[in-house]
């Protein structure tokens, strides 16, 4: 019988585990459960996100395994009610900046937005923008009873809030290299991520390779120094996607 490996997005523990006997003691009878089986790990990984807190609960040869970077097709089968995928732009860098982000309800895109701009920001804070309003849009939607997956191409911004942020705090907010930047943006992200940090998963995915909604986000940053929109404004032309991406690119 061919290896499987078992991810559990809601049960007694989540993980990702490699034998039926483990998941099954983590969902039988819990109401909710929610978990798949995969044929590797690193669509395991893919599915869950990746997290190395929870790769412990994989036999030990297979610890040294990396999950390659999402695909677009990895991305569609992961069990998300909602997707929403951010990105950020700065022409030059430090120079105009701009945010975007693009939501997706089951798979199709639902919603473009826009804006954030900076007159004088940077790559850095233009993406650590657009991932402190996914969060509070994931807030909203799983208030209402859905699930939530975001994606970012900006790993510093990733790391900042779900990794590096919660010893920054331990520490009153220093660190023993010098000033934290953008301390304005990552306080109020990491607070409104530790609220739902147990709900939703923040992926990193590949920038400029194809995936539909990172270039989506990509381009509405674009607009956003484009037409210097301080607030965040939805795009209401969302049919036309070949025109869209066709814009120039961040």
Known sequence: MAKKYYVVWKGREKGIFDTWSKCQALVDGFAG???????????????FGGKAEFKEKIN???KTSKSSPLSQAQINSLPYDIKIFTDGACDPN???????IAIYQDNALSELWYGLYEPVGTNNTAELRGLNQALHIAKSKLENGQSVGIFCDSKYSIDCITKWASGWQKKGWVKSGGEIKNLDIIQPAFAIYQEIASTVNVHHVNGHVGIEGNELADRMSIVAIETQNESLNQFEDTDDIASILALRAG
């Open 33 to 47: 459960a929610k978990f798949k089986s995969f044929s590797s790990l690193a669509e395991a990984e893919a599915a």
């Open 60 to 62: 030990k040869s297979n």
């Open 94 to 100: 430090p120079g105009e900046a701009g945010t975007g």
